[in-house]
Antibody, heavy 126, light 108 residues
Framework: QVQLQESGPGLVKPSETLSLTCTVSGGSISGYYWSWIRQPPGKGLEWIGYIYYSGSTNYNPSLKSRVTISLETSKNQFSLKLSSVTAADTAVYYC????????????????????WGQGTLVTVSS | SSELTQDPAVSVALGQTVRITCQGDSLRNYYASWYQQKPGQAPVLVIYGKNNRPSGIPDRFSGSSSGNTASLTITGAQAEDEADYYCNSRDSSGNHVIFGGGTKLTVL
């Protein structure tokens, strides 16, 4: 059973770079999309970006200028860097595996996230 | 389109049926996936695909889709179903992931 675990500092100073790592255990990184998703206190889920196992990435347009997601396949890890953070970046950060499908009988696609990491709270404060 | 719209809050009497909806242009090409989130916990997938439940999810949870609207139905809501529910899909380009704003379900 695949499990994900986020790790990294829980406190980051304003204007600095937030760095988190997600370790994948019980399975391989190959064949999937791997995402970072965050949730500010009391608010909804916000997708940050994903990296495909091939190394290609895509980011939320609202965060794109500040985000880098990278892969370390040999360690079964992927990482998030978010630069120039402010208090608005305070959130619980989750990593998650995404599966995508195309249903040729209906012509519909589907994507879903499973499993998720437990999440890690990152506070931006001086 | 890059938005999924959900009602902020819905309530249901214990044992009754409730439908939570999610609207967006992307849902004309994507089945929505649905997540349940309880306070202090990570989201849990409850519905994916046309109407599939992961192992361990009770069969009172079901999903459906029509036009630009996806629905999560809980038939015979239980007290433990009280939670926030989020829908998600990719946007119409297929390149970006989008989430609905979430619906807070109260079981009365």
């Amino acid at each position: 059973q695949v499990q994900l675990q986020e790790s990294g500092p829980g406190l980051v100073k304003p204007s600095e770079t937030l760095s988190l790592t997600c370790t994948v255990s019980g399975g391989s990184i190959s064949g999937y999309y791997w995402s970072w998703i965050r949730q500010p206190p009391g608010k909804g889920l916000e997708w940050i970006g994903y990296i495909y196992y091939s190394g290609s990435t895509n980011y939320n347009p609202s965060l794109k200028s500040r985000v880098t997601i990278s892969l370390e396949t040999s360690k079964n890890q992927f990482s998030l860097k978010l630069s120039s953070v402010t208090a608005a970046d305070t959130a619980v950060y989750y990593c998650a595996r995404e599966e995508t499908y195309y249903y040729d009988t209906s012509g519909y696609y589907n994507n879903y996230f499973e499993p998720w990491g437990q999440g890690t709270l990152v506070t931006v404060s001086s | 389109s890059s938005e999924l719209t959900q009602d902020p809050a819905v309530s249901v009497a214990l044992g009754q049926t409730v439908r939570i909806t999610c609207q967006g242009d992307s849902l004309r090409n994507y089945y929505a996936s649905w997540y349940q989130q309880k306070p202090g916990q990570a989201p849990v997938l409850v519905i994916y695909g046309k109407n599939n439940r992961p192992s361990g999810i009770p069969d009172r949870f079901s999903g459906s889709s029509s036009g630009n609207t996806a629905s999560l139905t809980i038939t015979g809501a239980q007290a433990e179903d009280e939670a926030d529910y989020y829908c998600n899909s990719r946007d119409s380009s297929g390149n970006h992931v989008i989430f609905g704003g979430g619906t807070k379900l109260t079981v009365l």
